[in-house]
């Protein structure tokens, strides 16, 4: 994990993991529906940043989300910064306890139509990681 002394910003090409808490935000065939990245009201959607981060680490990152939200968690939809930056959102590294490489997603537009093409988006390029 990063070093909770030491965050830097999100760097341009970084990987982040979106957790996946419900079963219906994965089809069938193991791909990412958009529910998957939708904001919440607050339009910051939380994501995990994959630096330095190992598979281990990530997963126990996971499993705390889950519990934090009485929740089980199905996977991890992976997803590339260049893919939120080509939706003109923005990606902030905001370290918070047990977790220094949390980020938020921010910049979302208003509009809710608009939210779920963007959403849609981030899902078609998402790569879906189940747990195991």
């Keep these: ?10 760097g341009p090409v970084e990987t ?4 996946v808490l419900f079963s219906g935000h994965i089809r069938q065939d193991q791909t990412v529906k958009a ?17 330095s981060a190992t598979e281990a680490e990530l997963w ?25 930056r080509a ?3 923005v990606v902030r590294a ?3 306890a047990g977790n220094p490489n949390h980020a ?6 208003a509009d809710r139509p608009i939210q779920k093409a963007i959403a849609q988006e981030l899902a078609a390029s998402a790569v879906f990681v189940p747990r195991n």
């Design 104 to 109: 938020r997603v921010l910049e979302w537009p």
């Design 60 to 84: 126990k990152v996971g499993e705390a989300v889950a519990v934090e939200r009485d929740g089980t968690l199905y996977g991890r939809a992976d997803v590339g910064v260049p893919a939120c």
């Design 1 to 10: 994990m990063i070093d909770p002394a030491n965050v830097p910003e999100v």
């Design 16 to 19: 982040l993991a979106r957790y």
């Design 87 to 89: 939706q003109k959102l």
């Design 35 to 51: 529910n998957a990245f939708m904001p919440p009201s607050d339009r910051q959607l939380s994501v995990t940043r994959h630096l």
């Design 94 to 96: 905001e370290p918070i």
